[in-house]
């Protein structure tokens, strides 16, 4: 089977995240798309939600899809997961799937400073989809690694988690732009609201 593995905070996800997994899954014909939050991202602060709930609001987020799964090995391994820690015990798990790694443009650029890309752009390949703000220039990385990324056409989307977060924060509406389950998850646990929550 060809499955596509989508990593992100998902702080919370929206949209955006459901489109590019989309894009990269018709494209590509892959066979399932596996959403896969992070516990701690190596390049990011501490999230907003907890672990618990931002795996809770990305189910939420892809239910009713077919072929749309949560992998929530990050996020239950706890600490700081390196992408080719995942995809080495994924690989070892399910040796005869074809993994691809979807990602944003913007996550594209850093694709060079991943850590082991030389072994990981051996073991699967990217699909890299457009992002506004961001070129998606791969003339940019080298050979190695810009011969293992494709490129899937997606409708530009300019939503992101933290724009989600701030207009939260202003009190402002995150209607249609994340689905209503997210949305009813982030209104019913006063998510990224003005009130501070008890967090343990
Ligand atoms: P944050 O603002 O907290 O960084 P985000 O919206 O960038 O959140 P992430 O969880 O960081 O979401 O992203 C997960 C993956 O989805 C990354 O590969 C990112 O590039 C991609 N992505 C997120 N939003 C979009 C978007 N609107 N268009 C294209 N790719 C996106
Ligand atoms: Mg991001």
Redesign the pocket.
């Known amino acids: 089977m060809k499955i596509g593995i989508?990593?992100?905070?998902?702080?919370p996800?929206?949209i955006?995240?459901l489109?590019?997994a989309e894009a990269a899954r018709d494209a590509y014909s892959l066979d399932e798309v596996w959403f896969m939050p992070s516990h701690i991202p190596p390049h990011?602060q501490a999230a907003g939600a907890t672990g618990a709930e931002r795996l809770a609001m990305t189910e939420a987020a892809l239910a009713g899809h077919p072929a749309f799964r949560i992998l929530d090995v990050e996020i239950r391994k706890g600490g700081v997961s390196y992408t080719i820690d995942t995809v080495r015990g994924l690989q070892d798990l399910h040796p005869a799937h074809d993994f691809f790694f979807?990602?944003?443009?913007?996550?594209v650029e850093y694709l060079p400073k991943w850590r082991e890309i030389n072994e990981l752009a051996e073991r699967l390949t990217f699909i890299g989809?457009?992002?506004?703000g961001t070129l998606l220039d791969l003339a940019q990385l080298p050979d190695y690694i810009a011969s293992k990324v494709l490129l899937a056409d997606?409708p530009?989307?300019?939503?992101?988690?933290?724009?989600?977060?701030q207009r939260r924060a202003e009190g402002k509406s995150i209607r249609y732009m994340v689905p209503d389950a997210v949305l009813e998850f982030v209104q019913r646990s006063g998510l990224y609201g003005l009130q501070p929550r008890s967090v343990n």
């Open positions: 989508m990593g992100g905070t998902f702080d996800p929206h955006g995240h489109l590019v990011k979807i990602i944003g443009a913007d996550m989809v457009g992002r506004p997606m530009l989307v300019d939503i992101s988690s933290t724009v989600i977060r």
